[in-house]
């Protein structure tokens, strides 16, 4: 093979794949190094994919035991095979893992199996499996090695009986006693699997609400809702040690407020407390800079402080942690390292949590905007009111959309719904385009669907839903 590119790329996550994707189409000679034995990163691997396979998988049994029955479906002998249920979410690991590596050959990407090492911004060193070292040249380098499970101090994450998202993804048994440290979108979906597959299960986040940075309306409702379906939550309160006794994890924790101690002990404590950029020693030789939280500064055209290195993704000081804001980056960086104008709009990127019901959000929260000193006017509207929602049973949760006072255009929309995640993809093309409330509600949405809700949320801003 010849050892001389026009790009490489460093990590083959959804930013990644996507630029050397990308890069290859644009005609640049690509080339895309992955330490991990698969293709599609954190992803497809550890991350989005399992997890909703296990979400999708453990919603249905749940259903066939509580739900089936109001529908006039008797069931009876339903039982959990937590082994093929597993198998079910790796063979979807598999195929779309293979799928990116078929993409590659299709696009013609030379495939590099090893750790890229940076050594300068025209040379990257790829040290395989045998701890054999080829050395290639490159014009441009992306990296997009993406991030890592962090934990709290003094806490060693096991992955036996104190385990990141990628234990918690991969149980053989269901933990009886599970805890969850950190109230966020991976610590809730998760504490959602295993509550459904019967776990007993305790989340305990730090603030005095869930989900940080959510719209506080939200996570309000989404509290109540979780509660109801039995997860239990001590909220306002840190995590001082856990520690294993025998085969259990005793957490020790403390309020914030009144300075009551607690302990509680389980089978298998998950520490969701967010991730880390996955920073290269190499990297920091090379005198690139980083942030305090030590993520990789990049200008709007994703340089990095040295010529010729861009970088995308989770490793970057941009943008939440999400695959389809590192795939949007890994589009626009080979755009512009092709000499287009490749731009990613940070104000419009839809972030999914996906419980049932389903929570989405896209653009501002109220909370956002007040401090911004913004005035917005909101419109809301339950799906208690919708019709298709009723008729599902699905009637938990409503549409929020936020505009600016003066002008009606749609600053933000959050909403809980089963459907959630699907209807956040028709606010962010409104606001994309920059539309009002007064444009969604002047938009025919079939009915009956969810979707109408929008709708009515958007006349609601003008305080004249039909339904409501
Ligand atoms: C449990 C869980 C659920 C999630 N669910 C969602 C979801 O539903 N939706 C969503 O949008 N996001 C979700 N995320 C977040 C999402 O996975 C990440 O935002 C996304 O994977 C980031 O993509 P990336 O390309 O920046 O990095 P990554 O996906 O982390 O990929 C980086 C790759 O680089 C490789 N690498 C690192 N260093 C080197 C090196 N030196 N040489 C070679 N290779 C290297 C790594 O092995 C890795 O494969 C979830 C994450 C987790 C953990």
């Not at 909403?415 to 995640?421: F, R």
Request: aromatic share 6%; hydrophobic share 40%; net charge positive.
């Amino acid at each position: 093979m010849d050892n001389n590119f026009d790009v490489i790329v460093v990590g083959a996550g959804p930013g990644g794949y996507v630029a050397a994707i990308r890069s290859s189409q644009l005609g640049l000679k690509t080339a895309c190094v992955e330490s991990r034995k698969t293709l599609g990163g954190t992803c497809l691997n550890v991350g989005c994919i399992p997890s909703k396979s296990l979400l999708h998988a453990s919603d249905m049994y749940f259903k066939a035991q509580k739900e089936f029955k109001s529908l006039g479906i008797e069931s009876t002998g339903i039982k959990l095979n937590l082994s093929r249920m597993m198998d079910n979410k790796n063979k979807s690991v598999i195929t779309l893992t293979k799928g990116v590596e078929f993409l590659f050959k299709k696009n013609k990407i030379s495939y590099l199996k090893g750790k890229g090492i940076i050594l300068d911004k025209n040379t990257v060193a790829v040290v395989g499996n045998s701890n054999k070292k080829e050395i290639y040249k490159t014009k441009n380098i992306i990296i997009a090695t993406g991030s890592v499970p962090t934990s709290l101090p003094g806490i060693k994450i096991d992955e036996k009986n104190i385990v990141s998202s990628t234990g918690a993804l991969s149980f053989d048994k269901i933990p009886k006693e599970l805890i969850v440290i950190g109230g966020g979108y991976i610590g809730l979906e998760l504490s959602s699997v295993w509550k459904r597959l019967g776990s007993n299960v305790t989340v305990i986040e730090y603030l005095d609400h869930i989900i940080p940075g959510m719209d506080k309306d939200i996570s309000g409702e989404f509290l109540k809702i979780l509660s109801k379906q039995g997860i239990h939550f001590k909220l306002n309160s840190k995590v001082t040690g856990v520690n294993l006794v025998k085969d259990k994890a005793v957490v020790d924790f403390t309020n914030n407020t009144t300075s009551k101690r607690e302990r509680m002990e389980a089978n298998k404590v998950l520490i969701a407390v967010g991730r880390e950029p996955n920073i290269g020693e190499d990297i920091t030789k090379l005198g690139i800079k980083l942030n305090s939280q030590k993520k990789i500064q990049v200008n709007e055209k994703f340089k990095t402080s040295v010529k010729n290195i861009y970088a995308i993704g989770d490793v970057i000081d941009k943008g939440p942690m999400l695959a389809h804001k590192a795939e949007d980056e890994g589009i626009a960086v080979a755009e512009i390292i092709a000499g287009q104008a490749g731009h990613v709009n940070y104000n419009v990127i839809p972030a999914v949590i996906y419980t049932s019901p389903e929570v989405a959000i896209v653009g501002k929260t109220e909370e956002e905007l007040k401090k911004e000193n913004i005035k917005y006017k909101i419109g809301k509207f339950p799906f208690l009111a919708n019709s298709r929602a009723k008729v599902n049973n699905e009637t938990e949760g409503f549409v929020k959309v936020i505009a600016e006072e003066k002008t009606d255009k749609v600053l933000g929309v959050v909403l809980i719904s089963t459907m959630a995640g699907t209807m956040i993809a028709e606010l962010a093309l409104a606001m994309e385009f920059g539309a009002s409330a007064e444009d969604i509600a002047r938009t025919c949405h079939a009915h009956p669907t969810h979707s109408e809700a929008v709708k009515e949320a958007a006349m609601a801003v003008d305080k004249r839903p039909i339904h409501f």
